[in-house]
């Protein structure tokens, strides 16, 4: 397993493996880049079928953080860690658990604060809580009193749907707008409150029924087909589900001229980004427009201040809404698809030359 050579090495600045032979952790930390301030990104469990496999998810996963904080106008870097393992075994032996997150924590802790972990598919807040007692480089935990991110996630992806419309259909309002949303989780309902609120029609689908049927009770929402929400005749269609979805076929189906959603990497590959601006439909990049998370874990009590200020960290969601017009306008002007306008933006903003490297 070649780690420079890696098709996914983009000149991260660490990438640490760790083992503790007593608990049987096996983790890789990777800091992509520290340039705008110290890393910070999620702890992933997950049973990943090789050791290669997990190196190519930190790899990839960490360069995206350094994109969405960039992007997102926060002095953070992008880091990310990947824990290879299967975490509902781990959690019916909890002293294991407790030794193994700790162990964790410890590799965190000798990082010095280049790199501060949060919660991510597999990790939950008591997972990050094990990671703090042996280290304060933790973020999202209960302390921190930010609880659940996604109510802002979802504020966020609000906003910056509201800007794609307004740049695509000329409109500063929802009124009477037809908007598909594409999974109805934390985020999805967090979006569909925003939207209701805001006069906007729902198509709402998920695989779950009962969380279809409670939005269609509270909001008066037409219930869409799963398999075919994203074809659903409509003015924005939000996914809020999985990565991924917007590929050749899906794309090729897509009747609504917005894209703008909370699911991370929804492009199946970067040239659906083309594809989707050749067809006259307007991407609202995903990690721009759901980076409410990542910001209000940034506005932490600690982090900025002894407290957390909620109203601050609310004003710096908001920004999220002028920064896609502003890649969509530059988008416009360079003939590029917008996801590629995004990552220009980003990258001028962690790599500006002269700026010294923290590490
Ligand atoms: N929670 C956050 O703060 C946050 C931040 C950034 C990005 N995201 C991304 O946003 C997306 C949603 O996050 P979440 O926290 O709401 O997740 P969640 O697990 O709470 O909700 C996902 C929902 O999607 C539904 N779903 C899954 N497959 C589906 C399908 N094929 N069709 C319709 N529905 C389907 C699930 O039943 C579930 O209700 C994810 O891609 C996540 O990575 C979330």
Redesign the pocket.
């Known amino acids: 397993m070649s780690v420079f050579a890696h098709p996914e090495f983009d000149n991260h600045e660490r990438v640490v493996f760790v083992r503790d032979a007593e608990s049987g952790l096996k983790a890789i930390v990777a800091v992509h880049d520290t340039s705008l301030g110290p890393a910070l990104g999620g702890c992933r469990f997950w049973t990943y079928a090789s050791d290669d496999e997990a190196l190519t998810d930190v790899l990839r996963l960490s360069r995206g953080m350094t994109y969405k904080s960039a992007l997102a106008g926060l002095p953070l870097g992008g880091g990310k860690s990947v824990v290879i393992g299967d975490a509902r075994a781990l959690r019916a032996e909890p002293a294991r658990a407790e030794a193994l997150f700790r162990a964790l924590g410890r590799a965190v802790e000798q990082l010095g604060g280049l790199y501060t972990a949060a919660e991510d598919v597999g990790t939950s807040v008591a997972d990050l809580e094990l990671v703090g007692r042996e280290t304060r480089h933790v973020a999202g935990v209960a302390r921190g009193q930010v609880g659940d991110?996604?109510p802002y996630?979802a504020y966020g992806v609000f906003r910056g749907l509201q800007a794609a419309v307004r740049h695509k259909l000329g409109r500063s309002d929802l009124e009477g707008l037809r908007v598909a949303v594409?999974?109805?989780?934390?985020?999805?309902q967090g979006l569909c409150e925003h939207l209701a609120e805001a006069g906007a029609k729902l198509i709402v689908?998920?695989?779950?029924g009962e969380?279809v049927a409670a939005l269609v009770e509270r909001f008066g929402a037409e219930a869409g087909d799963?398999a075919a929400i994203l074809a659903a005749d409509c003015d924005v269609v939000a996914p809020?589900?999985?990565?991924a979805v917007l590929n050749d076929d899906s794309i090729a189906a897509l009747r609504a001229p917005v894209v703008a959603g909370?699911?991370?990497n929804q492009l199946a590959e970067p040239r659906h980004g083309e594809l989707l601006r050749r067809k006259g439909v307007l991407y609202a990049p995903d990690y721009l427009v759901?980076a409410g998370?990542i910001i209000v874990i940034a506005y932490e009590a600690g982090r900025r201040g002894p407290r957390f200020e909620r109203a601050q960290a609310m004003a710096h969601i908001d920004r999220i809404h002028d920064t896609a017009l502003e890649i969509f306008a530059r988008a416009e002007r360079e003939g590029i698809a917008t996801s590629l306008a995004a990552d220009r933006l980003a990258e001028e903003r962690f790599r500006r030359p002269g700026r010294a490297r923290a590490a």
């Not at 594409?182 to 999805?188: A, T």
């Not at 689908?205 to 779950?208: E, I, P, S």
């Not at 809020?240 to 990565?243: M, P, V």
């Open positions: 991110p996604s996630t594409q999974g109805l989780g934390h985020v999805g689908a998920d695989l779950d969380r799963p809020c589900a999985l990565g909370a699911a991370n759901n998370g």
